[in-house]
């Protein structure tokens, strides 16, 4: 007995058990496949058979080569902000003298210093200013080496990070280390004006 797997002569499976979204009475979207094959028989250029004619090959590099890149103004702009964000890019921003911290394990990755707190967690990035942060709370798990430090928003958002340490004694270390960046750069409001009457 033969089977056939991924025949291209089978339609996908309809109905409400395969799609969610499925309503009676309307036609199913177009498959990938049939949706090329629509594209290559009506293109300009093409026969009905979707075979490309001779004068549209032969009329292609001519208007590729009328088109160049940068002959617009609009294009012109466009380039000087990529170049602009290039040059950004490769010249990195002087540090200040200030603290940093850093914690990582082979998944997660918290940085602290004069631009805010960057969270990473595999490939899932968030960087927050220090003006967008309202707390910075840490916790360390009663049992194990794990460290979490959670950012708190001032619209009542709080966003999670968990570090293995490689011993229970980088708490502290880590701890002192994140408390001297607060305090250099988190300003959380408490300081009242002295000329207060």
Same mark, same amino acid.
């Given at each position: 007995? /033969?089977?056939?797997?991924?025949?291209? !002569?089978? =339609? $996908?499976?309809?109905? @409400?058990?395969?799609?969610? @979204?499925?309503?009676?009475?309307?036609?199913? $979207?177009?498959?990938?496949?049939?949706e090329?094959?629509?594209?290559? =028989?009506?293109?300009?250029?093409? #026969?009905?058979?979707g075979?490309?004619?001779?004068?549209?090959?032969?009329?292609a $590099?001519?208007?590729?080569?009328?088109?160049?890149?940068?002959?617009?103004?609009? @294009?012109?702009?466009?380039?000087?902000?990529?170049?602009?964000?290039?040059? /950004?890019?490769?010249?990195?921003?002087?540090? $200040?003298?200030?603290?940093?911290?850093?914690? !990582?394990?082979?998944?997660?990755?918290?940085?602290?210093?004069?631009?805010g707190?960057? +969270?990473?967690?595999d490939?899932? /990035?968030?960087?927050?200013? &220090?003006? /967008?942060?309202?707390?910075?709370?840490?916790?360390?798990?009663?049992?194990?080496?794990r460290?979490?430090?959670?950012?708190?928003?001032? #619209?009542?958002? &709080?966003?999670?990070?968990e570090?293995?340490?490689?011993?229970?004694?980088?708490?502290?270390? &880590?701890? @002192?280390? +994140?408390?001297?960046?607060?305090?250099?750069?988190?300003?959380?409001g408490?300081?009242?004006?002295?000329?207060?009457?």
């Amino acid at each position: 007995m /033969e089977q056939r797997i991924g025949s291209s !002569s089978s =339609k $996908p499976l309809e109905g @409400a058990g395969f799609d969610p @979204a499925f309503i009676p009475g309307l036609t199913a $979207p177009a498959t990938g496949r049939e949706e090329d094959a629509k594209d290559t =028989k009506d293109a300009p250029g093409t #026969d009905g058979d979707g075979t490309v004619a001779d004068a549209a090959t032969e009329a292609a $590099p001519e208007a590729e080569e009328s088109e160049k890149p940068g002959d617009s103004p609009a @294009a012109e702009a466009a380039e000087a902000v990529e170049a602009a964000e290039e040059s /950004e890019d490769d010249e990195p921003e002087p540090a $200040p003298d200030g603290p940093v911290f850093e914690a !990582s394990d082979r998944r997660a990755a918290l940085v602290a210093d004069h631009r805010g707190v960057r +969270l990473r967690l595999d490939d899932q /990035e968030c960087e927050f200013r &220090w003006d /967008e942060i309202g707390a910075v709370e840490t916790e360390t798990a009663r049992f194990g080496k794990r460290y979490t430090v959670t950012v708190h928003t001032p #619209d009542r958002r &709080w966003y999670p990070l968990e570090i293995d340490a490689d011993s229970r004694r980088r708490f502290a270390e &880590w701890d @002192a280390a +994140l408390d001297e960046v607060l305090d250099a750069y988190f300003d959380d409001g408490a300081e009242e004006p002295a000329d207060r009457v």
